[in-house]
């Protein structure tokens, strides 16, 4: 799959939430999209047509126009989207550093023992690499 290149394809807020339905559930029809929202929170069915119309013009979705009704999957796996929205964060608020991108990160809240272990872990396993 093409990566993330253009600020347009940065999904907004809306555009997250819907992605993170299609990412939960699977494929799914406009109408079954906006049941999911709405559940969460009130949301109108026109409000979620017309934010995947728009999504797919910007490639974050793509719509099987050969289904009835028409069922729209995520372009870009959720992983894919965290690095280019990471990336695109550590670029803009962080000048490009991911030391000062963690740090602010840990900073914010205590992390717990198992995130801590996790992060020495990937640690270790970066130190091993650059040997």
Avoid: C
């Avoid at 339905?21 to 406009?30: F, N, R």
């Avoid at 999957?73 to 963690?102: C, M, N, Y």
């Amino acid at each position: 799959m093409v990566a993330m290149t253009t600020p347009s394809r940065r999904p907004t807020e809306g555009e997250l939430a819907i992605l993170h339905v299609i990412w939960d559930h699977g494929p799914l029809s406009v109408r079954a999209i906006h049941q999911v929202l709405n559940a969460e929170k009130p949301t109108g069915y026109t409000t979620v047509l017309k934010l995947l119309q728009i999504m797919t013009a910007k490639n974050l979705v793509d719509r099987d126009d050969s289904a009835r009704p028409q069922i729209y999957r995520a372009h870009f796996t959720r992983a894919q989207t965290q690095r280019q929205l990471l990336r695109d964060l550590t670029e803009r608020a962080f000048g490009g550093s991911i030391k000062t991108l963690v740090l602010s990160a840990l900073g914010n809240r205590k992390p717990t023992a198992e995130e801590l272990r996790t992060l020495e872990a990937l640690l270790d396993r970066h130190e091993k690499e650059k040997s």
